[in-house]
């Protein structure tokens, strides 16, 4: 079941590595995260993403899941274009222009 968050998980990093936190203050995704003064300059998608993976990982424990599974598998919906953004491969302003988009 934990595969079940693996497309939630990649979206957040996607996000996070897309907003203005890590692009232009140079904040690594887990400062953003944690740090309440960071975190309420983050987009909308990437709070929401935060929501919905910590709902994600709270349904693994959930019993009344054990059976029916916890939600779809994971689709790899993400996958290259978040090996992309890891390896560095990416122009930071292509990025930034589709976070000004989600705001």
């Known amino acids: 079941m934990p595969s079940s968050c693996k497309d939630i998980r990649t979206g957040l990093a996607l996000c996070l590595q897309r907003s203005p936190c890590v692009l232009i203050d140079r904040h690594t995704p887990t400062e953003c995260m944690e740090n309440p003064e960071l975190r309420k300059d983050l987009p909308e998608q990437c709070l929401a993403r935060m929501r919905s993976y910590a709902q994600c990982r709270r349904g693994i ?43």
């Open 61 to 103: 424990f959930d019993m009344r899941k054990r059976f029916r599974g916890n939600g779809p598998l994971s689709t790899g919906v993400y996958d290259e274009e978040y090996e992309r953004i890891s390896r560095g491969e990416f122009d930071p302003t292509t990025e930034l222009d589709k976070v000004s988009k989600l705001l």
